[in-house]
């Protein structure tokens, strides 16, 4: 719950300021159709089943969401399926109760996990999943339409699919990279750049860090931070440093060898350029404390003017309340370089195209072919649209072509999130999402894609060709519990205390000292070891999707 709580919470910020600076009637389609799934007549119309006379009722442990399925939305569905949900609560831990269900035998009709989890092989391990191949055949229609490749990519080492993949497919839209205040860029002098979303070398950032603190040293009787970042999130603070350098989670070499990826030789390069940053006085002096009500409190008191990671959009919110709807004071994310490296070759969002979830039909389900008949109308494009959208006529309507959401819907998430999705059911319940946009070029998220605002829109422009995906480096290092996960959770804690020795160094000789220290303590605590494992389970993983 928590995972999906932050992830709304950033979703209905982020749709304040949409709806501040685009307006939520629009019939404007955010995207490009090129980018969206082959569904035909053909295909939809097998989407909608014929209902029987009594609707059976499956049960759904669902890790994410406990509520009853008597929304618009679930009644929808049950007209259109002939199926009814029993939503089993996951009280506690999710995952513990996976397990006891798992050890008891007590396993519900349907069952959604952690797709990155050892929880699902275990499932899969102890027979509890029916294989799908054959159901998908004959009565999924529409998941290898929408699925596509994606079914090949989840098969299990016995080349059976044992679960459909939830919010698969890769998100186009970029969800990290170095954000900078617009006026001050423009009054810096960047407005072409900032017009054109045309990326910055890594001097040129460096330049625009200085002339800010010469120019403003306070602003408001309050000292001001050139740069700073969420140390909360370290995961994401490195990957947008990697990204400049088009570095990725591991190293790949020539012949498809995974490493860590302090062997990559830009990590020391990486390493450097961020001591430089603090050497200078241009990073935040308590970078490494900050979390993130005291990074947010940072960035909206208008003392900073860049950040790493995800677009600031409480930040952005605040300085809309304050300055209007169409003001300059807004963080705008956009792509810096590292020398050397091709603008079309940096790596600054990470996204797996095989998405967070697992949902399969257990061994004890009565109903498998009346279940996947059901799946199967909710991965099509009308039930993608049911469950992200609502109800057509209540909640959207077609006009020119397009999905457009009615004036209601968008300030109803605006005003209370939870409160309105439980009272539609629009975008409840997450169940076969697919990420994209559907053949009229509207996005299948109606909440977290249509008419995003300008900065997203920016966005997609100046961090176009940075997204990647992490798919084959996906679940390729030890399973938890092993001698072998604690051998790696060992190398990060060491790799994690070099790097902030590294940071904190007083010169480069100092940082390649401290760097030659790290990999001397990551040889003599057995990495190659782990380092042999990435490789055999990342070239198994490939061959299996030949």
Same mark, same amino acid.
């Given at each position: 719950?928590?995972?999906?709580?932050?992830?709304?919470?950033?979703?209905?910020?982020?749709?304040?300021?949409? +709806?501040?600076?685009? #307006?939520?009637?629009?019939?404007?389609?955010?995207?490009?159709?090129?980018?969206?799934?082959?569904?035909?007549?053909?295909?939809?119309?097998?989407?909608?089943?014929?209902?029987?006379?009594? *609707?059976?009722?499956?049960?759904?442990?669902?890790?994410?969401?406990?509520?009853e399925f008597t929304d618009p939305v679930a009644e929808e569905i049950t007209k259109r399926t002939g199926v009814k949900i029993e939503i089993q609560q996951p009280t506690g831990n999710p995952e513990e109760k996976l397990a006891l269900m798992l050890s008891g035998g007590d396993l519900p009709d349907i069952v959604l996990m952690d797709r990155r989890s050892d929880i699902v092989n275990k499932y899969i391990a102890a027979g509890a999943l029916l294989?799908?191949?054959?159901?998908?055949?004959?009565?999924?229609? /529409?998941?290898?339409?929408?699925?596509?490749?994606?079914?090949?990519?989840?098969?299990?080492?016995?080349?059976?699919?044992?679960?459909?993949?939830?919010?698969?497919?890769?998100?186009?839209? *970029?969800?990290?990279?170095?954000?900078?205040?617009?006026?001050?860029?423009?009054?810096?002098?960047?407005?072409?750049?900032?017009?054109?979303?045309e990326p910055f070398t890594q001097s040129e950032f460096v330049e625009l860090l200085k002339k800010f603190q010469e120019k403003y040293p306070e602003i408001n009787g309050q000292p001001t931070t050139p740069f700073t970042i969420n140390g909360e999130y370290m995961e994401t603070v490195m990957s947008t440093f990697r990204g400049m350098y088009g570095m990725k989670n591991y190293y790949e070499d020539a012949d498809h060898n995974i490493s860590l990826s302090v062997r990559d030789p830009q990590y020391l390069n990486m390493v450097k350029f961020i001591n430089s940053l603090y050497r200078d006085g241009l990073l935040?002096?308590?970078?490494?404390?900050?979390?993130?009500?005291?990074?947010?409190?940072?960035?909206?008191?208008?003392?900073?003017?860049?950040?790493?990671? #995800?677009?600031?959009?409480?930040?952005?919110? +605040?300085?809309?309340? /304050?300055? #209007?709807?169409?003001?300059?004071?807004?963080?705008?994310?956009?792509?810096?370089?590292a020398d050397g490296v091709d603008p079309d070759k940096t790596t600054y969002s990470p996204r797996s195209s095989l998405g967070w979830d697992a949902i399969g039909i257990t061994a004890t389900n009565k109903h498998p072919e009346e279940t996947i008949k059901f799946l199967n109308f909710l991965a099509s494009e009308e039930g993608q649209y049911l469950l992200m959208w609502g109800v057509e006529g209540t909640n959207w309507t077609m006009q020119n072509g397009k999905h457009t959401p009615n004036e209601d819907v968008l300030p109803g998430f605006r005003e209370d999130w939870s409160g309105y999705s439980e009272k539609t059911g629009i975008r409840k319940w997450n169940w076969t999402i697919k990420n994209g946009f559907?053949? /009229?070029?509207?996005?299948?998220?109606?909440?977290?894609?249509?008419? *995003?605002?300008?900065?997203?829109?920016?966005?997609?422009?100046?961090?176009?060709?940075?997204?990647?995906?992490?798919?084959?480096?996906?679940?390729?290092?030890?399973?938890?519990?092993? *001698?072998?996960?604690?051998?790696?959770?060992k190398l990060n804690d060491i790799m994690d205390q070099g790097f902030s020795k590294m940071v904190y160094a007083a010169s480069d000789a100092e940082v390649e000292s401290a760097y030659a220290a790290m990999m001397a303590e990551l040889e003599a605590n057995d990495a190659a070891s782990i380092e042999k494992i990435y490789t055999e389970k990342y070239k198994e993983q490939l061959s299996l999707w030949a």
């Open positions: 719950m928590k995972k999906k709580n932050v992830l709304n919470r950033a979703i209905a910020t982020g749709l304040t300021l949409a +709806l501040a600076l685009t #307006g939520c009637g629009a019939g404007g389609a955010a995207g490009s159709a090129a980018a969206s799934p082959a569904t035909d007549a053909s295909s939809a119309a097998s989407a909608t089943t014929e209902t029987p006379a009594e *609707p059976i009722t499956l049960t759904f442990f669902d890790k994410n969401i406990g509520a294989p799908l191949n054959d159901l998908i055949d004959q009565y999924g229609p /529409d998941i290898q339409t929408m699925y596509g490749d994606v079914l090949n990519k989840s098969r299990y080492m016995d080349g059976q699919n044992y679960y459909l993949n939830n919010w698969y497919g890769l998100d186009p839209d *970029p969800d990290r990279g170095i954000n900078m205040r617009l006026d001050i860029l423009k009054e810096l002098g960047y407005g072409d750049k900032v017009e054109s979303g935040d002096r308590e970078w490494a404390v900050n979390k993130t009500d005291m990074f947010e409190q940072k960035l909206a008191s208008g003392t900073v003017f860049a950040c790493n990671g #995800g677009m600031p959009n409480t930040a952005n919110g +605040l300085f809309i309340t /304050d300055e #209007g709807a169409d003001t300059d004071k807004q963080f705008y994310m956009f792509k810096v370089v559907g053949t /009229d070029g509207t996005p299948y998220d109606l909440v977290g894609k249509y008419n *995003p605002g300008k900065p997203m829109e920016h966005a997609r422009i100046s961090m176009a060709n940075s997204v990647w995906d992490t798919a084959p480096y996906d679940s390729i290092g030890p399973l938890g519990g092993t *001698p072998e996960a604690l051998v790696e959770q």
